[in-house]
């Protein structure tokens, strides 16, 4: 089992950048498939990036936010992070943070992930 802390959200204006980390708990941190998704007000959780197990020589993205995100992890620190950069107003949600045991592909669906309590993000036009 694993637990997930997320950490900087904040306020920022369009087009500016934003930094988001997520450490997790237990010695078997790179073990798990780690992910980012946001649910905007009224909308439902969906998918914004995720990075394979292990080295995470593999990551992925949603089309919304490929070539302005970026997702990395360190495993001496048991963290994953997402660096967000030329923000738009429609990226302003709640960012969580997701963990999987058995891979990216489960961990995409959102079934049955690890997840952190959240970290708001708003962008302002």
């Known amino acids: 089992q694993v637990q997930l802390v997320e950490s900087g959200g904040g306020l920022v204006q369009a087009g500016n950048s934003l930094s988001l980390s997520c450490a997790a708990s237990?010695?078997?941190?790179?073990?798990?498939?780690m992910g980012w998704f946001r649910q905007a007000p009224g909308k439902e959780r969906e998918f914004v990036a995720a990075?394979?197990?292990?080295?995470?020589?593999?990551?992925y993205y949603a089309d919304p936010v490929k070539g302005r995100f970026t997702i990395s992890r360190d495993n001496a620190k048991n963290t994953v992070y997402l660096q967000m950069n030329s923000l738009k107003p429609e990226d302003t949600a709640v960012y969580y943070c997701?963990?999987?045991?058995?891979?990216?592909?489960?961990?995409?669906?959102?079934?049955?992930?690890?997840w952190g309590q959240g970290t708001q993000v708003t962008v302002s036009s």
């Open positions: 997701a963990a999987q045991p058995t891979g990216v592909k489960d961990l995409r669906l959102g079934v049955n992930n690890y």
């Open positions: 990075i394979s197990r292990w080295s995470g020589f593999t990551t």
């Open positions: 237990g010695r078997t941190f790179s073990s798990y498939a």
